[in-house]
């Protein structure tokens, strides 16, 4: 795995810019920023366009809403998450409308509104932080998430803060180099592991 804090090759600033942080400013999220993320997030491609992404959003004047979304995360997420400005569930339907047969790619069509929905804020000035680190199970009853639907990850969303309101160890990795595969790993020739012609 290889450390680096610029890419190998030339990628829009848009993609570049975007990281995972711990330290949100309290500068609460603008309710039309909010609607652009999520107006990002529509305009993905989706499977037969099942559109199967639904979000459960509270910002932190919310004060019950939040509390709820909050209490799902584990508590090493929760100690940074809770700071953020506004918290989001990210919840996958996953058969499909018609027939209810089921849709494989509800998971992948997620992500790509999820992809969406983080260029968008990185254009904003905006910085997302998706987790996996909850309960999905309390999730489903506290938020009351329908049969054949599934809560992804949750996402503490806000304004960049400062790393000095973190504690030793979680400013350590806020302020840590990131680490990325080359894409030689994981890109191939014609056939799983064959290396890439060079030209
Ligand atoms: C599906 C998913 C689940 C994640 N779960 C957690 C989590 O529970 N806690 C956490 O601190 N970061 C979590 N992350 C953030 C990743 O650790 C982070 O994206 C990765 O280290 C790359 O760093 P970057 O986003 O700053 O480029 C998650 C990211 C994704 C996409």
């Given at each position: 795995m290889k450390t680096a804090s610029v890419p190998d090759y030339p990628i829009h600033p848009l993609l570049a810019d975007r990281w995972s942080p711990r330290a949100f400013d309290d500068r609460p999220v603008e309710t039309d920023k909010l609607n652009t993320l999520f107006e990002a997030a529509r305009w993905a491609a989706s499977s037969f366009n099942a559109q199967p992404w639904y979000f459960v959003v509270a910002q932190r004047s919310q004060t019950e809403d939040f509390e709820r979304l909050a209490s799902l995360l584990n508590t090493g997420?929760?100690?940074?998450?809770?700071?953020?400005?506004?918290?989001?569930?990210?919840?996958?339907?996953?058969?499909?409308?018609h027939k209810g047969r089921h849709n494989r790619h509800a998971w992948h069509d997620l992500g790509l509104a999820i992809g969406n929905l983080s260029v968008?804020?990185?254009?904003?000035?905006?910085?997302?932080?998706?987790?996996?680190g909850f309960n999905a199970d309390?999730?489903?009853?506290?938020?009351?998430?329908?049969?054949?639907?599934?809560?992804?990850?949750?996402?503490?969303?806000?304004?960049?803060?400062?790393?000095?309101t973190l504690s030793d160890t979680l400013r350590a990795r806020e302020e840590a180099p990131r680490s990325r595969k080359t894409i030689d790993e994981f890109v191939f020739q014609g056939r799983w592991n064959a290396k890439r012609d060079a030209q």
């Amino acid at each position: 795995m290889k450390t680096a804090s610029v890419p190998d090759y030339p990628i829009h600033p848009l993609l570049a810019d975007r990281w995972s942080p711990r330290a949100f400013d309290d500068r609460p999220v603008e309710t039309d920023k909010l609607n652009t993320l999520f107006e990002a997030a529509r305009w993905a491609a989706s499977s037969f366009n099942a559109q199967p992404w639904y979000f459960v959003v509270a910002q932190r004047s919310q004060t019950e809403d939040f509390e709820r979304l909050a209490s799902l995360l584990n508590t090493g997420n929760r100690s940074w998450a809770e700071q953020a400005p506004v918290l989001i569930a990210a919840i996958a339907r996953l058969d499909f409308p018609h027939k209810g047969r089921h849709n494989r790619h509800a998971w992948h069509d997620l992500g790509l509104a999820i992809g969406n929905l983080s260029v968008q804020a990185t254009a904003l000035d905006l910085y997302l932080h998706q987790m996996a680190g909850f309960n999905a199970d309390t999730a489903a009853e506290q938020l009351g998430i329908p049969d054949g639907h599934a809560a992804a990850t949750m996402i503490a969303l806000g304004y960049l803060g400062d790393p000095a309101t973190l504690s030793d160890t979680l400013r350590a990795r806020e302020e840590a180099p990131r680490s990325r595969k080359t894409i030689d790993e994981f890109v191939f020739q014609g056939r799983w592991n064959a290396k890439r012609d060079a030209q």
